[in-house]
């Protein structure tokens, strides 16, 4: 969806986010809430009023909080962080929101006048009843000026630790227990974000900025604690141009004079991702507050200065690393301090958020696992040195990192001084504070601070770490007077989730071992959702899998990789002998589930599926398009068991004698070479029964029969009335035709020498031109001759024809002379060995030995009379048997 508002051109944040505009085909954030806390909204601004949603609003001593802006903060803040979530689309105003179908709800938290403020329990209430919400945007800290201060620590009684008290509440019960997911911009002081405590929390989407060229902007606080980085102006003031295009308190109340501004900060970062997280939650409600942290690292992409880089680029504090995750586009990922994970993708994002739960459980509080150490230790920090400790954390059982956290008391008479670092078992070094932010005095008293990490997802938490505090210069000392090492996370498990993204290829050149793909054991998934290319993935060992024709990675001898979902290329999926799950969702994908009972599905899209198994499965549940199946076995598009969903297509392959059964779709049904069983069942199908002897069961009159490039004996079997000779319904050659049922309805052949049977009801039974067998079966049938009499070419055998209940019916276009009605009696001549007539009266003339039936027009005229049908076993014959039809 492109948007048609008139400024949407200049919001280039947009542009920045991966293919947004092919998300919002689907998405728009509808459903979302999203709860802004700021410093007000204005909430009757035009391109906002259509999404705000004020049954939400925080009740606070029985009164609903005012979410109007006030005029001691910054006024237009909170109204340019609306717009940036949820601004409305295609109305012809301003520019669009991320999340433009998503309702929102102002919390003025920063009016020094609001209620929130009066007291602790009224400031705690406010951040508890953000479990009400789906999502939560702060776009406010810590002041500088109190960095490091007491109120701001994550943990102990004061503000900043009650705050995160209620993240905790609100992550544990928020969505009905999945986790109302919170998103906190870092603040623009270029700093170490540790400063404050809500950075560091786990619960917390923790947002640094980049400016329009990918690399930091000058004043974006970073730190190990940081998950993402997404658009903002790249410096303080915003440059024309470089700035956020957002909505403004309208007139001249506002940062500008007008409706619209240009914003920046993390204070425009942060709702980017908000508006994110809102359309990853309208893909996918049902993902896990942890869930949705996991997916926006592995979604986002490498920006800033090369991985690998020497000294950090632009703005940077930090370089590139990779952690020791195993799952990552065939190893670990990426991470800075400066921008987390990466720069936000809103394309991976949701791609990767719609297929999440195929992998397992929601990851929410009630799941998560963590273990930790601590000691009351009292180790001086040595003057200008390092002091450097090994901590050991349980194997049993092991857990897969999500965060980690260091807390630590500590003295030192100059902490901007201290450096602190953290390594992992399998090697990874983070740096968790730089010396920024505080002063000398920060720690001169007993201090405590709990610092987070973001970057060892992926990574096991069993083994040895390593804390090591550096003192960078002389003269100033400390003591390290307790430590409490905490990893958070889900049980590790054998059953593996192996993500891939467009990065591959330059991860690649990085590290070839990607190339191979090796696994242990479980149940495993290959995740490339959010690939854009083409994909040929074949899960059988050694055989490359390739995006637009490159080759890629390989499955390794002794690995089982049990199932796969791609993305929305035109893809080839191909199982192994397990049961595979194969996803292809969009585009027009082949997944052939090989051997093994398989489940596929191929989302929207033409797609074909290749069945080869009894028990595969071929499920369009959630899918559209024009699907076909592919089978070597005998299949049917109605068995609910096996085909679900509406497929319209099937083609037999191979050359067994197999079935195709279609549903109450419009079907294509083709055979193979060998005699087929085609039933169309509902809908009005098109049946090819290509070589072989096929039979086609017809059941609607937009059935048609085609053996245009068929050969073979052929027979329908009609429950209506049907014509071979009809080229709409029955093209090229097609033998044989039986009525089925018990209705009155009318078999018709062609040219050809058919056979046509009827059913238990009175049938008319014309066999057209050819030399043709016709049985009437039950019922009182009449045996229409409706064609030019011709004794080489054109003679009928009737095999049960009963004088006095059955009829035969002459056309008098083709039976000249006889009057339309019952046939005379002195039309009609039978005796035994008759072959001609007896006088010139004589019409119809019936051997009563062999059955033969002559018409002679002319009776004893010049004309010879002309063998026209032969009723087997000679029944007795009469004129009251023949009706002359016009």
């Given at each position: 969806?492109?948007?048609?508002?008139?400024?949407?051109?200049?919001?280039?944040?947009?542009?920045?986010?991966?293919?947004?505009?092919?998300?919002?085909?689907?998405?728009?954030?509808?459903?979302?809430?999203?709860?802004?806390?700021?410093?007000?909204?204005?909430?009757?601004?035009?391109?906002?009023?259509?999404?705000?949603?004020?049954?939400?609003?925080?009740?606070?001593?029985?009164?609903?909080?005012?979410?109007?802006?006030?005029?001691?903060?910054?006024?237009?803040?909170?109204?340019?962080?609306?717009?940036?979530?949820?601004?409305?689309?295609?109305?012809?105003?301003?520019?669009?929101?991320?999340?433009?179908?998503?309702?929102?709800?102002?919390?003025?938290?920063?009016?020094?006048?609001?209620?929130?403020?009066?007291?602790?329990?009224?400031?705690?209430?406010?951040?508890?009843?953000?479990?009400?919400?789906?999502?939560?945007?702060?776009?406010?800290?810590?002041?500088?000026?109190?960095?490091?201060?007491?109120?701001?620590?994550?943990?102990?009684?004061?503000?900043?630790?009650?705050?995160?008290?209620?993240?905790?509440?609100?992550?544990?019960?928020?969505?009905?227990?999945?986790?109302?997911?919170?998103?906190?911009?870092?603040?623009?002081?270029?700093?170490?974000?540790?400063?404050?405590?809500?950075?560091?929390?786990?619960?917390?989407?923790?947002?640094?900025?980049?400016?329009?060229?990918?690399?930091?902007?000058?004043?974006?606080?970073?730190?190990?604690?940081?998950?993402?980085?997404?658009?903002?102006?790249?410096?303080?003031?915003?440059?024309?141009?470089?700035?956020?295009?957002?909505?403004?308190?309208?007139?001249?109340?506002?940062?500008?004079?007008?409706?619209?501004?240009?914003?920046?900060?993390?204070?425009?970062?942060?709702?980017?991702?908000?508006?994110?997280?809102?359309?990853?939650?309208?893909?996918?409600?049902?993902?896990?507050?942890?869930?949705?942290?996991?997916?926006?690292?592995?979604?986002?992409?490498?920006?800033?200065?090369?991985?690998?880089?020497?000294?950090?680029?632009?703005?940077?504090?930090?370089?590139?690393?990779?952690?020791?995750?195993?799952?990552?586009?065939?190893?670990?990922?990426?991470?800075?301090?400066?921008?987390?994970?990466?720069?936000?993708?809103?394309?991976?994002?949701?791609?990767?958020?719609?297929?999440?739960?195929?992998?397992?459980?929601?990851?929410?509080?009630?799941?998560?696992?963590?273990?930790?150490?601590?000691?009351?230790?009292?180790?001086?920090?040595?003057?200008?040195?390092?002091?450097?400790?090994?901590?050991?954390?349980?194997?049993?059982?092991?857990?897969?990192?999500?965060?980690?956290?260091?807390?630590?008391?500590?003295?030192?008479?100059?902490?901007?001084?201290?450096?602190?670092?953290?390594?992992?078992?399998?090697?990874?070094?983070?740096?968790?504070?730089?010396?920024?932010?505080?002063?000398?005095?920060?720690?001169?008293?007993?201090?405590?601070?709990?610092?987070?990490?973001?970057?060892?997802?992926?990574?096991?938490?069993?083994?040895?770490?390593?804390?090591?505090?550096?003192?960078?210069?002389?003269?100033?000392?400390?003591?390290?007077?307790?430590?409490?090492?905490?990893?958070?996370?889900?049980?590790?498990?054998?059953?593996?989730?192996?993500?891939?993204?467009?990065?591959?290829?330059?991860?690649?050149?990085?590290?070839?071992?990607?190339?191979?793909?090796?696994?242990?054991?479980?149940?495993?998934?290959?995740?490339?959702?959010?690939?854009?290319?083409?994909?040929?993935?074949?899960?059988?060992?050694?055989?490359?899998?390739?995006?637009?024709?490159?080759?890629?990675?390989?499955?390794?001898?002794?690995?089982?990789?049990?199932?796969?979902?791609?993305?929305?290329?035109?893809?080839?999926l191909t199982g192994n002998a397990a049961a595979n799950r194969l996803h292809g969702m969009r585009g027009n994908d082949v997944i052939d589930g090989g051997l093994g009972n398989d489940h596929m599905f191929g989302g929207k899209g033409n797609d074909t599926y290749v069945v080869a198994q009894s028990g595969?499965?071929?499920?369009?549940?959630?899918?559209?398009?024009?699907?076909?199946?592919?089978?070597?076995?005998?299949?049917?598009?109605?068995?609910?068991?096996?085909?679900?969903?509406?497929?319209?297509?099937?083609?037999?392959?191979?050359?067994?004698?197999?079935?195709?059964?279609?549903?109450?779709?419009?079907?294509?049904?083709?055979?193979?070479?060998?005699?087929?069983?085609?039933?169309?069942?509902?809908?009005?199908?098109?049946?090819?029964?290509?070589?072989?002897?096929?039979?086609?069961?017809?059941?609607?009159?937009?059935?048609?029969?085609?053996?245009?490039?068929?050969?073979?004996?052929?027979?329908?079997?009609?429950?209506?009335?049907?014509?071979?000779?009809?080229?709409?319904?029955?093209?090229?050659?097609?033998?044989?035709?039986?009525?089925?049922?018990?209705?009155?309805?009318?078999?018709?052949?062609?040219?050809?020498?058919?056979?046509?049977?009827?059913?238990?009801?009175?049938?008319?039974?014309?066999?057209?031109?050819?030399?043709?067998?016709?049985?009437?079966?039950?019922?009182?049938?009449?045996?229409?001759?409706?064609?030019?009499?011709?004794?080489?070419?054109?003679?009928?055998?009737?095999?049960?024809?009963?004088?006095?209940?059955?009829?035969?019916?002459?056309?008098?276009?083709?039976?000249?002379?006889?009057?339309?009605?019952?046939?005379?009696?002195?039309?009609?001549?039978?005796?035994?060995?008759?072959?001609?007539?007896?006088?010139?009266?004589?019409?119809?003339?019936?051997?009563?030995?062999?059955?033969?039936?002559?018409?002679?027009?002319?009776?004893?005229?010049?004309?010879?009379?002309?063998?026209?049908?032969?009723?087997?076993?000679?029944?007795?014959?009469?004129?009251?048997?023949?009706?002359?039809?016009?």
């Open positions: 969806m492109i948007p048609s508002d008139p400024l949407y051109a200049q919001q280039w944040h947009l542009t920045r986010l991966g293919d947004i505009e092919t998300i919002w085909d689907e998405y728009s954030g509808a459903g979302i809430t999203v709860g802004i806390y700021d410093g007000g909204v204005q909430l009757d601004h035009p391109d906002l009023l259509a999404n705000y949603d004020p049954s939400l609003g925080v009740i606070i001593d029985g009164e609903p909080l005012d979410g109007e802006p006030n005029t001691t903060t910054p006024v237009a803040h909170g109204t340019a962080v609306a717009g940036l979530i949820a601004a409305a689309a295609n109305n012809g105003l301003g520019g669009v929101g991320v999340a433009w179908g998503s309702t929102f709800t102002s919390v003025d938290l920063l009016d020094p006048d609001s209620p929130l403020l009066d007291n602790f329990a009224n400031y705690y209430s406010g951040f508890h009843q953000s479990v009400n919400f789906d999502v939560v945007n702060h776009s406010w800290n810590a002041n500088l000026t109190n960095a490091y201060a007491l109120y701001a620590n994550l943990y102990g009684s004061d503000d900043f630790a009650g705050v995160n008290t209620e993240y905790d509440y609100v992550s544990a019960n928020g969505r009905g227990g999945l986790g109302t997911i919170l998103v906190q911009g870092v603040a623009n002081n270029n700093i170490d974000a540790q400063y404050s405590g809500l950075n560091a929390s786990r619960f917390t989407i923790s947002v640094a900025g980049a400016g329009s060229d990918g690399f930091a902007a000058d004043y974006s606080n970073y730190g190990a604690c940081v998950l993402v980085t997404a658009p903002t102006a790249s410096t303080f003031p915003v440059p024309t141009g470089e700035g956020l295009l957002t909505t403004d308190i309208t007139g001249a109340e506002g940062y500008v004079s007008g409706d619209y501004v240009e914003f920046g900060g993390t204070s425009g970062a942060g709702p980017i991702v908000s508006g994110v997280v809102a359309l990853m939650l309208d893909a996918n409600p049902n993902l896990g507050w942890r869930d949705v942290q996991n997916i926006v690292a592995a979604s986002a992409i490498h920006t800033g200065s090369a991985i690998g880089a020497v000294t950090p680029g632009t703005n940077e504090n930090s370089n590139w690393f990779l952690n020791h995750a195993a799952n990552w586009n065939g190893g670990g990922m990426h991470f800075s301090n400066d921008y987390g994970y990466g720069l936000l993708s809103a394309y991976n994002a949701v791609r990767m958020a719609e297929v999440w739960t195929l992998f397992g459980a929601a990851q929410t509080s009630a799941n998560e696992q963590f273990w930790h150490t601590e000691n009351d230790t009292d180790q001086a920090i040595p003057d200008d040195d390092a002091l450097e400790f090994d901590v050991s954390l349980p194997a049993s059982p092991d857990i897969e990192i999500e965060h980690v956290e260091l807390r630590i008391d500590l003295t030192h008479s100059d902490y901007t001084q201290l450096r602190i670092f953290l390594t992992s078992p399998d090697g990874t070094e983070i740096q968790l504070f730089d010396g920024s932010g505080g002063t000398d005095a920060t720690a001169d008293a007993l201090f405590n601070w709990t610092y987070g990490g973001e970057a060892l997802r992926g990574e096991n938490v069993a083994g040895t770490w390593t804390v090591r505090i550096e003192d960078t210069a002389e003269n100033e000392t400390g003591s390290l007077l307790w430590y409490n090492l905490v990893a958070y996370g889900s049980v590790t498990s054998t059953d593996d989730v192996y993500h891939y993204t467009d990065e591959f290829l330059a991860m690649l050149a990085l590290e070839n071992g990607r190339g191979a793909l090796s696994d242990e054991g479980g149940t495993d998934w290959i995740d490339a959702a959010a690939v854009t290319g083409n994909i040929a993935l074949n899960l059988n060992p050694n055989v490359f899998a390739k995006v637009n024709g490159v080759n890629w990675f390989k499955i390794e001898n002794g690995t089982t990789i049990e199932n796969a979902v791609t993305g929305d290329g035109n893809d080839t595969d499965v071929a499920d369009e549940t959630d899918g559209n398009g024009a699907d076909t199946v592919k089978a070597s076995i005998s299949f049917n598009l109605s068995d609910t068991n096996h085909a679900k969903g509406t497929i319209e297509n099937l083609t037999l392959t191979g050359s067994a004698g197999i079935n195709a059964t279609g549903n109450g779709a419009a079907n294509t049904l083709a055979g193979n070479g060998a005699a087929n069983v085609l039933d169309g069942v509902g809908g009005n199908d098109t049946m090819r029964g290509m070589g072989g002897n096929d039979t086609y069961v017809v059941g609607q009159t937009g059935d048609v029969v085609d053996e245009t490039a068929g050969n073979g004996v052929d027979l329908v079997k009609s429950a209506i009335s049907f014509s071979l000779a009809d080229a709409a319904h029955a093209k090229g050659s097609v033998e044989n035709l039986t009525l089925t049922g018990s209705a009155a309805i009318n078999a018709t052949g062609n040219g050809l020498a058919n056979k046509l049977i009827g059913n238990s009801g009175a049938n008319v039974i014309d066999g057209g031109a050819g030399n043709d067998t016709a049985t009437g079966g039950g019922g009182a049938d009449s045996f229409l001759f409706a064609s030019t009499p011709n004794a080489a070419t054109n003679v009928d055998h009737i095999t049960d024809f009963v004088s006095g209940f059955d009829k035969l019916l002459l056309d008098a276009s083709f039976y000249a002379k006889l009057k339309a009605g019952d046939l005379s009696k002195k039309a009609f001549f039978a005796k035994k060995g008759a072959e001609k007539a007896k006088d010139k009266q004589d019409r119809i003339i019936y051997d009563t030995k062999s059955g033969e039936i002559h018409f002679d027009k002319d009776g004893k005229g010049k004309t010879k009379a002309v063998l026209v049908a032969v009723l087997d076993g000679a029944p007795d014959l009469t004129h009251s048997d023949v009706l002359v039809v016009a």
